[in-house]
C-alpha cells in the first residue's frame, strides 16, 4: 500500500513535507514582546489577570494548589 501508514490512508502526495534548513533563522516567525499591535488596546485589570491566572492553573493541575500570581518585571 503506497502512501499508507497504520490506521490513517493518504493519496500519495497528498500532503507536501516540510523541510527545515539548517542555520535557518526561525526566530521572525514568533514576535515575543512585539508590542506594535496592542497600541491602543486597554490593559489588562488585576482582576481578570487574577481569575485568567487562576484558570490557567487550575487546567494544568486541577488538584493541586494554585501558585502565587507572577509579578510584571519591566
Request: charged fraction near 20%.
Amino acid at each position: 500500500m503506497a502512501g499508507a501508514s497504520g490506521r490513517t490512508r493518504t493519496a500519495p502526495g497528498a500532503v507536501q513535507s516540510m523541510n527545515m534548513k539548517k542555520g535557518a533563522v526561525t526566530s521572525g516567525l514568533v514576535g515575543r514582546g512585539d508590542t506594535r499591535n496592542t497600541e491602543g488596546l486597554p490593559t489588562p485589570s488585576m482582576q481578570f489577570r487574577r481569575r485568567a491566572w487562576l484558570i490557567f492553573q487550575r487546567a494544568l493541575d486541577p488538584l493541586a494548589a494554585p501558585r502565587q500570581l507572577p509579578t510584571r518585571r519591566q
